[in-house]
């Protein structure tokens, strides 16, 4: 069975019953809606999500939907009556908003300037020297030759800006969100924890628990990392950006950095960005993009993403498959000796609380013992989301009164989520179970499974682990 999850970029190339039907089917998890390239048109995203929803129910498995903020995304902003700019090395230029050499949508304050910063347009493909900031703009100098167009990002390597950490889009986008039901939200260019709070008080407002991954994407992300995972629900590691922000070269291990942090700090983590880049145009992918897909999943990420490979590519439910049968061969040479070392690393850290206790006890008996199946009771998917971050090798059945918590842990690695009604008598607990397990084909007779659960009415407590053996 797969553990690790795939997630599709909704888009005009996937947008139909049947793409969704057959993504879902091929091993999709998750559904992202990227908010900045949202058109005005409520109604339509609306009858996309309830097919989502629909086509999921026919497929017999949840299904996660996240809204993605596009938050402060800095752009050029050319007049109407301009196609391009042209850029010679060596010349300088003015940069600020509006009426300058090189146009912006926003007003730039920057705080501070770091030795050797840069400027860097159209993913990095136009590079220039800062040499000073002016009153209302900045001068650079053009480090190569290139061409600029309309809307291309803009990215300030070694500048820190004052930006805000949620625009007035993003507020539209959250409280769309909302009222669509989805299950989590990602939140874009975040640069330290407290950028967490605009989006908490709206959602606090609305009286709404969507969880919150933190998009890392910049320099001051990853130096305030251990304070944004602390604060945020998940990770979510955007190649993209990142790779301009930062030196190209430093991409692959401050991937697997963010990685193993998410890890200590048991904390759910996606890899996005190009993964299966050349399947926009073509029906299979590269050597070096398949090699791309199957590091992320040695390396313990939670989830793998697809971008505009599903949006507007020509094949998306070829790509999905194709990043499933990756997870799938990948996941069968999982051991010890080769699967991310800082998970087992991180199992002796110091146990804090009772979800953190019970899994770590059933992590150590299904490994001991060689059980299959660790069944989770949960309401809210917390100790779910705390089992799978030790990676135990076996499937863990998430068993929850609550269809909103199914379609939350179908992002979270290694977990098979199942709704069911709400159960009042303990003494019913197991065969339920029992017979969940073997109607789907979890378990055959006779084999051993681990129960955890709350009991006692507790609240928020995880304080019980029972072995069972299936009949």
Known sequence: MQKTKIIATLGPACEDQDSIYHMLSSGLSMFRINAPHLQNNFTKLQKTVQKIRREAKRADKSVSIMMDLGGPKIRVQLPSDTEKISISAGQKYRVGFKNYDIPLNTKINILKINKNATIKIDDGKIIFKFLKKEQDC????????????????????????????????????????????????????????????????????????????????TGDAIQNLDSILMKYDGILIARGDLGVETELSKLPKLQKRIINNCIYHKKPCIVATQMLESMIQSETPTRAEVNDVANAIYDGVDAIMLSAETAIGRYPVQAVAMMSAISLNVESDLDDSNFNRNIFDSLSTSITN??????????????????????????????????????????????????????????????????????????????????????????????????????????????????????
């Open 354 to 471: 009772n979800y953190l206790a019970i899994c770590h006890a059933a992590y150590s008996i299904a490994n001991n013992l060689d059980i299959k199946v660790i069944v989770v009771l949960t309401d809210s998917g917390k100790t779910a989301i705390q089992m799978a971050q030790f990676r135990p090798n076996t499937n863990i059945v998430a068993i929850t009164p609550h269809q909103k918590t199914c379609n939350l842990l179908s992002m979270i690695w290694g977990v098979v989520p199942i709704h069911v009604k709400q159960i009042n008598d303990i003494n019913d607990i197991y065969k339920l179970v029992n017979n969940i397990l073997i109607k789907k084909s979890l378990i055959q007779t006779g084999h051993t499974f681990l129960i955890t659960s709350g009991v006692l009415k507790l609240k928020n407590s995880t304080n019980m682990l029972q072995i069972y053996q299936s009949k």
């Open 138 to 217: 900045f001068v650079v100098e053009a480090i190569n030759n290139g061409t600029i167009t309309n809307n291309k990002g803009v990215n300030f390597p070694g500048l820190q800006l004052q930006l805000p950490a949620v625009t007035s889009k993003d507020r539209k986008h959250i409280q769309l969100g909302i009222d669509l039901g989805v299950d989590w939200i990602a939140q874009s260019f975040v640069r330290n924890a407290t950028n967490i709070y605009p989006i908490q008080r709206i959602l606090l407002k609305n009286k709404s628990k969507i969880p919150i991954i933190a998009k890392i994407e």
